[in-house]
């Protein structure tokens, strides 16, 4: 690695993967060991794509961490930036810089070594930001779709949908987390496990309530996960669903309501959104949402663009001709 030329990722040196020493602590494990379950997911994919350009046919297990630096570092940057979206290759940096954080701290690397490559900064460039903000009107065909369906499954889907976009902008990774304990129907209070496993309460009122009770009816109050599965056959089983099935039951209802390009988080955006949009201040939205730079919660901010002409259309220009 140390012949590594400026935007030339492949290094010369022999391709085969460094044998993995299983005595020597890996810093990419500590790093990966600090996150949840979902973050461990995406980072180590991070870091398995990191390891392969930098030296092809090695892993996040058989990467020579301590070796890397920062002349190895900033182009790789560079060679990121023309490949992904901003948010990807800033996400991919703070992998990086977690691991070598971990090797610092494991006593592998000097501090220099580790300060220089922390000196490596995210992409600032502006994007329009992605996802997008549902309107009532398709709210309001996704929950119909969900209550004509006429099944327990419709009921619990109408719960979700409801929870996620009325009761505080839940991540699907934080509904299938929810347990029976969590709720507490008399006040609506609900405690929210979110990243990094920091507990946070929110409150399901209103319509939201009347879903969840609804869904309730049916589930029972066994203990155990607040959602659980339901086969075609209506036959409910108590344990805890998947992020993904939250997502593939998401895709479904949109289909049936005809509502097109919609994702899970597009429910938090919205949520989100409305909340601003009420005039709540963005403190108060970051403590329900789990955000903990208001600076985060603004960017979610998707109010259509009539509510900004709107805005605008309250200022008046003293011009005549």
């Not at 502006?126 to 009532?136: K, L, M, N, T, V």
């Not at 987390?177 to 609900?190: E, F, K, T």
């Not at 409150?203 to 869904?215: T, V």
Request: include cysteine; proline fraction near 5%; charge should be positive.
């Amino acid at each position: 690695m140390k012949n590594l030329k400026f935007l030339e990722i492949v290094p010369n040196i022999d391709h085969k993967p460094t044998p993995h020493n299983p005595n020597e602590e890996n810093p990419a494990l500590y790093y990966l060991a600090n996150l949840s379950k979902s973050g461990r997911r995406v980072q180590k994919n991070a870091l398995n794509l990191v390891s392969g350009l930098l030296k092809p046919g090695s892993d996040y297990l058989t990467f020579p961490w301590n070796e890397l630096e920062y002349k190895h570092v900033l182009p790789l940057k560079a060679l990121l930036e023309d490949k992904y979206s901003t948010a990807t290759v800033n996400r991919i940096l703070s992998a990086v810089r977690g691991t070598i954080k971990q090797a610092w701290m494991l006593e592998q690397i000097p501090a220099n070594q580790y300060i220089r490559i922390k000196q490596v900064e995210n992409i600032k460039k502006y994007e329009f930001p992605a996802g997008r903000y549902i309107s009532y009107e398709e709210i309001e065909s996704l929950l119909n779709v969900c209550i004509s369906s006429h099944n327990p499954g419709g009921d619990r889907d109408a719960a979700i949908i409801s929870c996620m976009v009325a009761g505080g902008g839940l991540r699907r990774s934080e509904i299938v987390n929810l347990d029976m304990s969590d709720y507490d129907p008399v006040s609506g209070q609900i405690t929210i496990t979110g990243k990094g496993n920091k507990k946070r309460t929110s409150y399901i009122l209103n319509g939201a309530a009347d879903a969840l009770a609804d869904w309730l009816a049916l589930r029972g109050d066994h203990a155990g996960p607040l959602f659980i599965p339901i086969n075609k056959g209506g036959v409910m089983t108590i344990r805890r669903m998947t992020g993904q099935a939250i997502y593939a039951m998401l895709q479904k209802r949109a289909e049936q309501a005809g509502v097109e390009n919609i994702s899970p988080h597009d429910l938090r955006r919205t949520f989100i959104s409305n909340m601003l949009d009420a005039g709540v201040d963005l403190a108060t939205i970051s403590q329900i949402v789990g955000h903990e730079d208001v600076n985060t919660t603004a960017i979610y901010d998707r109010r259509p663009e009539q509510a900004k002409k709107k805005a605008l259309q309250l200022l008046s220009l003293p011009y005549k001709k």
